[in-house]
C-alpha cells in the first residue's frame, strides 16, 4: 500500500488504485505521515525548505468540524460521459443537494424535496438502528434527521 | 489584536493540546470505567433526566431500584408521545403511545448504564484522560473525557459521581466539542429510601420478548462482504434478516460496536426509494449506497466517513 | 507518452475531496502546505502568524471546494486564496501587506514567493540547514539505482515511462525504486522534522 501510495504522490496510479489508497488512508492515519515526510523530501530536495512540524494534525483537528462538502454534480458528468442513463435518471428524479459557500456561513440546499415514500424508508433504517440500541425514547428525534442526497459518486 | 476568526481558531487548538492532556493509565482507566459500568447494577436511585439528540430534546423519569443483585426499574417519558418501560431483571415490558413494534436487544443500553461489564475493548478504540470536577443535579462528580485513538469515532465526556460511579451525564461532541447528543440527570436522588410506588406501571405494558429474530450465521447469496474492510475497531455484535415494511425481501440488519457507540449497516436487494446521500441528526449519521443490485445503508453515532467506509464493504 | 501535468496529478484527488472525501484533502494540504507558506512568509512576518494564516488558507479552500471548477490548477486556485486570506489577516489587524500581492498575474509562471528570499529566525535557519545537509547525505549514499531514480523523478519531473526508458528497466521496477528512495530519506528525516517549529507553538 504504500508503494501505491508514493506512485500516487507522482500520478502514476490509475483511478480505482487511487480509490483503494484513499480507504487505507482512512483505516491508517500513520499512511498521512508518510505521505508527509517524502513531501517533505521532495520539498527539501527541490530546495523550498521546510515546512512547520504538525500543520496537519492542527488541520485535521479543524477538518473534522467542517461538514462535508459536496460539489455539484456537474463536474463528475462531464469527465465521466459513460454514466449510464439509469443513473443520471435516479439523479434527476430526488434533485440535487449542495453545500453551498455564502461568506462564512454554509448552508445545505435541496433542489427538490424528498419524496415521502424515500422519507419513509429512512425512518424505517433510523427506527431499526435505535431499537437495536434497545432504546425506546426515541421515536421523535429520529423522524427529524435530514437527508442530503449526495448523488453517485 | 487578533481578529475574532484567529482568536477562535487559537482557542480551538488550546482545546486540542488541554484535549490531549491528563491521560490515565491503561490499569486506572480499566478500573474506572468498571465501576461506571456496574453501578448501575449496584445503586437505587429516582431521578428525571434530559436526552438531548441534535436539536431534539426529551425528559424522561427512572425509578431503578436494586433488591438482591436485580434490577427493578420504571422510565416513562415526560413530553412528547406517552411511553412507558418496566423492567424486573430480564423481563421488559413496555407501552407506546400509537402502538408499533418493538423489541429489546440483551445488549440495549439505557442512561446512565451507557458502558459495557469489561472496558478492554473500549480502551483499545478509546483513551480515558482527566478533565476536572464539577456538579451535576446537585451531586459532586469527577469528569473523563473518553477520546478516540483515530478519526473513526467521536469523542464523549463522561460526568461520573464521586461516591457511587454512577454517570450522571454523558455527552458525545464532535472534534470541536461541539455538543452532538447529551444525557443528564436534572433532578436526582441517588440511595436512600426510594418510594417503591414509583416501580409500579400507570399505563397498560406489554412484556416483550428479546429480539424474536434468529441471527444468521452467513451472509445471504446476494449479500457479498468485504468483511476485512470493515473499519478498524468495530466487532460485529449480530446479524439478522429484519422484515421491514413495504419490503417483499428481509433486509440484513448487521449491527456493529466499538465498546461505546454502535452501528447498524442494513444491506438489501433491490433498489428501495432512497437516492444515494447522507444525513445527520446530532451525532447520529446515515450514509446510502446503491451497488449494482444491493442496496445498503449505514446508520450510526460515528463520523460520516465511517459509516462509508461500512457501506463500501458491500460494494459488489 | 504525454507527461503528466502536476494539474492532472491533483485533478484525482480534487476529485475525491469535492465528493466528500476529507483524507483527499488532508493529502492536498501536506502536499501545498510548504508553498502556502513560502508565498505568506513574504506578506505576513511572524512564524505562527504564518501558521495561522496557513490553517485559514486550507479551511476556506476545503469551504470553497463546490466552487472549484477545474479552469486553473489547483495550486493558482489556492494561491489567489491565500493571498486573500493574508490580505484580510492584516486588515484586520490594521497592517498592509509587505510586498504588493496584485501583480500576480498568471501565477502559474510567476510565483512571487521565488523571487524573494525565506523569512527565518537564525535558529530555524541553523536546524533547516542541518535538515537541508542530512537529505543530500542520504541521497548521496543511496545506491545508484535508487538514487538516479529519485533524482530523475524529483528533480527533472520525469514520468516513470521516461525513467525506465533512461535506466532500462520495467516500469514497476521504477515504481519501487522511487518508493525506496523515499523510504530511506524519510527515515533519517522524521526524527529531524519532529522539532521544527515545535518550540513555537506549544
Known amino acids: ?153 | ?316 | 507518452m504525454e507527461t503528466r501535468t502536476q494539474r492532472d496529478i491533483d485533478q484525482e484527488l480534487v476529485l475525491r475531496a469535492q465528493s466528500g472525501d476529507k483524507r483527499a484533502f488532508e493529502l492536498l494540504v501536506v502536499k501545498y502546505q510548504r508553498r502556502v507558506e513560502r508565498l505568506l512568509s513574504r506578506l505576513v512576518r511572524d512564524a505562527s502568524e504564518i501558521d495561522d494564516v496557513a490553517q485559514e488558507t486550507f479551511i476556506r479552500a476545503y469551504r470553497a471546494l463546490p466552487a472549484f471548477r477545474g479552469e486553473s490548477a489547483f495550486y493558482t486556485w489556492l494561491y489567489r486564496i491565500a493571498i486573500n486570506t493574508a490580505k484580510n489577516y492584516l486588515a484586520t489587524r490594521g497592517r498592509r501587506p509587505q510586498l504588493a500581492a496584485e501583480q500576480q498575474g498568471d501565477e502559474e509562471s510567476v510565483d512571487i514567493s521565488e523571487q524573494m528570499p525565506d523569512y527565518h529566525t537564525p535558529e530555524t535557519e541553523l536546524s533547516n540547514r542541518q535538515i537541508v545537509t542530512t537529505v543530500n547525505e542520504v541521497v548521496e549514499s543511496l545506491p545508484d539505482e535508487l538514487r538516479v531514480a529519485i533524482t530523475l523523478r524529483e528533480l527533472e519531473g520525469l514520468s516513470y515511462e521516461d525513467i525506465a526508458a533512461i535506466m532500462n528497466c520495467p516500469i514497476g521496477t521504477v515504481r519501487s525504486r522511487i518508493f525506496r528512495a523515499r523510504e530511506a530519506i524519510a527515515a533519517r528525516l522524521r526524527p529531524l522534522l519532529d522539532h521544527v517549529g515545535t518550540d513555537k507553538r506549544w
Open chain 2, 1 to 316: 489584536m487578533r481578529s475574532r476568526g484567529f482568536f477562535a481558531l487559537m482557542l480551538v487548538w488550546l482545546a486540542g493540546t488541554a484535549m490531549a492532556a491528563g491521560r490515565l493509565p491503561d490499569q486506572q482507566a480499566v478500573r474506572l470505567l468498571q465501576r461506571m459500568a456496574q453501578a448501575p447494577k449496584q445503586v437505587s436511585f429516582h431521578g428525571v433526566y434530559v436526552q438531548q439528540y441534535g436539536d431534539s430534546l426529551e425528559t424522561i423519569r427512572v425509578c431503578h431500584v436494586v433488591e438482591n443483585g436485580l434490577v427493578n426499574e420504571r422510565r416513562d417519558s415526560l413530553d412528547g408521545p406517552v411511553r412507558e418501560m418496566v423492567r424486573q431483571g430480564d423481563k421488559v415490558s413496555l407501552f407506546v403511545q400509537g402502538g408499533g413494534a418493538f423489541e429489546t436487544q440483551p445488549d440495549g443500553r439505557l442512561f446512565p448504564a451507557l458502558l459495557p461489564d469489561d472496558p478492554t475493548f473500549v480502551l483499545e478504540n478509546y483513551t480515558l484522560h482527566q478533565a476536572g470536577r464539577e456538579r451535576v443535579a446537585g451531586h459532586e462528580v469527577e469528569v473523563y473525557d473518553l477520546l478516540p485513538r483515530d478519526t473513526l469515532r467521536f469523542p464523549h465526556r463522561l460526568w461520573m459521581h464521586t461516591g457511587s460511579g454512577l454517570l450522571l451525564k454523558a455527552s458525545t461532541t464532535g472534534y470541536r466539542r461541539e455538543l452532538y447528543d447529551l444525557f443528564a440527570f436534572s433532578q436526582l436522588q441517588l440511595g436512600g429510601q426510594i418510594d417503591r410506588g414509583q416501580l409500579k406501571p400507570v399505563n397498560p405494558v406489554k412484556p416483550l420478548n428479546a429480539s424474536r429474530l434468529g441471527g444468521i450465521d452467513s451472509l445471504p447469496a446476494w449479500g457479498r462482504q468485504d468483511s476485512k474492510a470493515v473499519p478498524h475497531g468495530f466487532k460485529l455484535v449480530r446479524q439478522v434478516l429484519r422484515p421491514m415494511v413495504k419490503r417483499t425481501r428481509p433486509v440484513l440488519h448487521q449491527v456493529y460496536s466499538d465498546g461505546v457507540v454502535s452501528v447498524s449497516v442494513f444491506a438489501e436487494e433491490g433498489r428501495p426509494n432512497l437516492p444515494d446521500g447522507s444525513g445527520r441528526q446530532g451525532a447520529l449519521n446515515v450514509h446510502s449506497r446503491q451497488w449494482g443490485s444491493v442496496h445498503v445503508t449505514a446508520v450510526g453515532e460515528v463520523p460520516h466517513e465511517t459509516l462509508e467506509l461500512f457501506v463500501r464493504t458491500f460494494k459488489q
Open chain 1, 1 to 153: 500500500m504504500k508503494e501505491k501510495l508514493s506512485a500516487l504522490m507522482d500520478g502514476e496510479l490509475d483511478p480505482r488504485e487511487v480509490e483503494e489508497v484513499l480507504v487505507s488512508l482512512r483505516q491508517d492515519r500513520t499512511l498521512l505521515q508518510e505521505w508527509a515526510s517524502w513531501q517533505a523530501g521532495r520539498d527539501i530536495l527541490k530546495g523550498e525548505g521546510v515546512a512547520q512540524a504538525g500543520f496537519v494534525e492542527r488541520f485535521s483537528r479543524r477538518l473534522e468540524a467542517e461538514p462535508v462538502v459536496i460539489a455539484p454534480r456537474r463536474i463528475r458528468v462531464l469527465r465521466r460521459l459513460a454514466v449510464p442513463v439509469t443513473v443520471a435518471a435516479s439523479v434527476a428524479f430526488v434533485g440535487i443537494a449542495v453545500w453551498q459557500y455564502y461568506g462564512g456561513s454554509i448552508e445545505p440546499v435541496t433542489a427538490n424535496q424528498m419524496a415521502a415514500e424515500t422519507e419513509a424508508v429512512l425512518h424505517d433504517y433510523l427506527a431499526a438502528h435505535r431499537q437495536s440500541e434497545g432504546n425506546p425514547f426515541v421515536e421523535r428525534g429520529v423522524q427529524k434527521a435530514q437527508f442530503q442526497v449526495a448523488g453517485q459518486r
